[in-house]
């Protein structure tokens, strides 16, 4: 028998397959070719691990696919098979919110993450639940803690010693991450490329020079909304990184026109950079990257010239306003 059927056709055929709960002969659902005599091909026949794995369920959010295991038992272990080789975890894909169960049970099996998004899981959160699946993906690449505030340092301690090849870490608001932590992140974790450190107010200057010293291949920075950040800190960031292409500064109210210039001269591939609420940050400095088309979030002040035109030869006031 011949079957001619295309990953959109197996992607539709998924689908259907969300909107019941329960079929009545459970997984012989679907038949994916006519009826040749005897035998009929149904979705769950088809090879597991070679075809609806890689060409399936790949292309499903995580929230249609916990609605999938309860179509059957047999859905429920082909759902599970997937979960522990899935590379890539969004939580935000199932909602604002994932249960502390569900995320449990979904990842107790996986050791071959590369991507761990958790953003949905700020809420409950804690080093308890985390440090369980950083123990057993040591191939992490990427990882997204933003707002996840119950965790502590030792989260952080445990990515770096577990995650030699991380490159990418979100800890934006994570109030918990000191210089210590980040030390250690830095010796442990040479690859990293972008590291977003957004109201980690614990942090100063000398803790972010530790992690540009020793990580030149950075291309994505934030020290936004960090009132201890300075100069220092931005001019060791110029000079250590020359492939830095975003770099944000948002709120940092000590960073001044001194270090924006060292920005660029030094890295001649920057992209772009926020200096927003960064009242010390004025166009003298500013205007050297715009020309270079670096994307700044603050607008260019207008060069206001009043030319005022006397009235005995006829002519009203006229402004002239000129960019």
Request: charged letters at 20%; proline letters at 5%; one cysteine or more.
């Given at each position: 028998?011949?079957?001619?059927?295309?990953?959109?056709?197996?992607?539709?055929?998924?689908?259907?397959?969300?909107?019941?709960?329960?079929?009545?002969?459970?997984?012989?659902?679907?038949?994916?070719?006519?009826?040749?005599?005897?035998?009929?091909?149904?979705?769950?026949?088809?090879?597991?691990?070679?075809?609806?794995?890689?060409?399936?369920?790949?292309?499903?959010?995580?929230?249609?696919?916990?609605?999938?295991?309860?179509?059957?038992?047999?859905?429920?272990?082909?759902?599970?098979?997937?979960?522990?080789?899935?590379?890539?975890?969004?939580?935000?894909?199932?909602?604002?919110?994932?249960?502390?169960?569900?995320?449990?049970?979904?990842?107790?099996?996986?050791?071959?993450?590369?991507?761990?998004?958790?953003?949905?899981?700020?809420?409950?959160?804690?080093?308890?639940?985390?440090?369980?699946?950083?123990?057993?993906?040591?191939?992490?690449?990427?990882?997204?803690?933003?707002?996840?505030?119950?965790?502590?340092?030792?989260?952080?301690?445990?990515?770096?010693?577990?995650?030699?090849?991380?490159?990418?870490i979100t800890l934006g608001h994570c109030e918990w991450v000191d210089g210590l932590s980040l030390r250690i992140l830095t010796d442990h974790c040479k690859d990293l490329e972008g590291v977003n450190l957004t109201a980690c107010r614990q942090l100063k200057?000398?803790?972010?020079?530790?992690?540009?010293?020793?990580?030149?291949?950075?291309?994505?920075?934030?020290?936004?909304?960090?009132?201890?950040?300075?100069?220092?800190?931005?001019?060791?960031?110029?000079?250590?990184?020359?492939?830095?292409?975003?770099?944000?500064?948002?709120?940092?109210?000590?960073?001044?026109?001194?270090?924006?210039?060292?920005?660029?001269?030094?890295?001649?591939?920057?992209?772009?950079?926020?200096?927003?609420?960064?009242?010390?940050?004025?166009?003298?400095?500013?205007?050297?990257?715009?020309?270079?088309?670096?994307?700044?979030?603050?607008?260019?002040?207008?060069?206001?010239?009043?030319?005022?035109?006397?009235?005995?030869?006829?002519?009203?006031?006229?402004?002239?306003?000129?960019?």
């Open positions: 028998m011949e079957v001619e059927s295309s990953s959109g056709d197996l992607l539709a055929a998924s689908s259907a397959l969300l909107s019941t709960e329960h079929g009545a002969e459970g997984h012989r659902l679907l038949p994916l070719a006519k009826d040749t005599g005897s035998y009929s091909l149904y979705l769950l026949d088809l090879p597991w691990e070679d075809v609806l794995i890689p060409h399936v369920l790949c292309h499903l959010p995580v929230q249609q696919l916990l609605r999938l295991q309860r179509v059957s038992k047999l859905f429920q272990s082909l759902i599970e098979l997937y979960l522990a080789n899935c590379r890539c975890f969004d939580s935000t894909q199932v909602g604002l919110y994932l249960p502390k169960t569900a995320f449990c049970r979904m990842l107790k099996d996986n050791k071959v993450l590369q991507k761990l998004d958790l953003r949905s899981c700020s809420d409950w959160l804690t080093d308890s639940e985390l440090l369980p699946v950083i123990g057993q993906n040591q191939n992490l690449l990427q990882i997204n803690l933003n707002k996840c505030t119950l965790l502590t340092r030792q989260s952080l301690v445990a990515i770096s010693l577990s995650c030699p090849h991380l490159q990418d200057d000398e803790a972010v020079c530790y992690l540009v010293q020793k990580s030149h291949r950075l291309k994505s920075l934030s020290l936004a909304v960090n009132a201890n950040i300075c100069d220092v800190a931005v001019e060791e960031t110029a000079k250590c990184c020359p492939d830095l292409e975003h770099l944000d500064l948002t709120g940092c109210l000590r960073v001044k026109n001194e270090s924006i210039r060292m920005l660029a001269e030094y890295c001649p591939r920057l992209l772009s950079l926020r200096v927003k609420y960064c009242h010390n940050v004025t166009e003298s400095s500013l205007d050297v990257l715009r020309k270079r088309s670096v994307e700044i979030d603050v607008e260019p002040p207008l060069r206001r010239a009043l030319v005022i035109l006397p009235d005995d030869i006829g002519f009203a006031p006229f402004i002239n306003l000129q960019i």
